[in-house]
């Protein structure tokens, strides 16, 4: 899902035409942290509706995922310059990733460790933030990364399939949980000082890049905590 509207290839803008669209893009970035922070109430809206639907959910996951993936790279496609109809297919796609989640957070409260979901998302916070203001305050410029983490990327869901279907190993699944994580830490470098330049047309492709970031680093978070739990 990561691939969204990316340009693996962009340049980051020149410096004059930065300064001459800074207010701009101070405002641009607003908006999209705002559409951000309304797509987590979506998704936080989606998982608790169906929280009691876990067993069906699990049962037609396939199903919501391919989904999801028709909105994001169909829905959200189609509905570029189209206000109203790109806010509900944004709100569309991340109302159902939080219905994905359902089946996880539901074993997670299931086990006795439901606190472990609301110390998940303060970390995935204070890290996303943290990288978010590195990236717009950082000098250096990072839009050539594009390439090495698209195939880095297609590295990781290939070796996830790999696991999951085949391997079925603890310790690989593990391994690229962890991984996961970092490639979307480094992610949200490179998509923050995307959108800081104006790498993006609409605030509703940078929110969605930003939330498929902190959505990824969410998740594997919560599994690996979920793996190794705290005493309580």
């Known amino acids: 899902m990561a691939l969204y509207d990316r340009d693996y290839t962009n340049n980051t803008i020149n410096a004059g035409y930065a300064h001459e669209t800074e207010s701009v893009s101070v405002n641009f970035m607003k908006k999209t942290y705002q559409l951000l922070a309304a797509s987590m109430v979506a998704a936080s809206v989606g998982a608790y509706v169906t929280m009691p639907y876990a067993v069906e959910i699990m049962q037609y996951k396939w199903f919501i995922f391919g989904a999801e993936l028709l909105i994001l790279f169909f829905g959200l496609g189609m509905s570029k310059g189209k206000p109203g109809l790109n806010l509900f297919m944004l709100f569309a796609f991340t109302f159902l990733t939080g219905v994905s989640l359902v089946p996880l957070l539901a074993s997670l409260i299931g086990a006795g460790s439901g606190g472990t979901i609301g110390t998940a998302f303060l970390m995935t916070s204070v890290l996303f933030g943290a990288l978010s203001i590195f990236a717009i305050n950082s000098k250096s410029d990072f839009s050539n990364w594009g390439k090495p983490l698209f195939i880095t990327l297609i590295i990781v869901v290939v070796a996830s399939l790999v696991n999951y279907f085949i391997l079925k190993s603890p310790i690989m699944h593990i391994v690229i949980t962890a991984g996961i994580l970092l490639l979307f830490s480094i992610f949200t470098i490179y998509d923050t000082q995307n959108i800081a330049n104006g790498a993006y047309d609409s605030e509703v492709d940078a929110a969605i890049s ?17 793996l190794f739990p705290g005493d309580d």
């Open 210 to 226: 930003l939330y498929l970031d902190f959505l990824n680093m969410f998740t594997a978070i919560l599994q690996l905590l979920g």
